[in-house]
């Protein structure tokens, strides 16, 4: 089992940043790829962002690309989200989710966070 716990979420105007952080604890942090999801209102939940075991390898969804960075710090278990040039389209819950890499694509696990609402004002 992996528990995951994100932070960092708030109200922001837009142009703004915030940073998410997910505290993950269990078992070995490092042998999981790791991954951002959101959910806003009414909508699925879609991918934001990944980042490989060791994070030399990072993708993101072309909505965010360019704005979002995604890290890890394997020593703290934590990877993080910043974001950047925030829009109100940004709006929702985010989750960090730990999963694996399978070729060049991610599999999500059901290792979820109880998410962190971010909401980007207009």
């Known amino acids: 089992q992996v528990q995951l716990v994100e932070s960092g979420g708030g109200l922001v105007q837009a142009g703004g940043s915030l940073r998410l952080s997910c505290a993950a604890s269990?078992?070995?942090?490092?042998?999981?790829?790791m991954g951002w999801f959101r959910q806003a209102p009414g909508k699925e939940r879609e991918f934001v962002a990944r980042i490989s075991r060791s994070g030399g390898s990072t993708y993101y969804a072309d909505s965010v690309k360019g704005r979002f960075t995604i890290s890890r710090d394997n020593a703290k278990n934590t990877v993080y989200l910043e974001m950047n040039s925030l829009k109100p389209e940004d709006t929702a819950v985010y989750y960090c989710n730990a999963g694996v890499e399978v070729g060049s694509s991610y599999s999500a696990l059901d290792y979820w966070g109880q998410g962190t609402q971010v909401t980007v004002s207009s």
């Open positions: 269990g078992r070995t942090f490092s042998n999981y790829a």
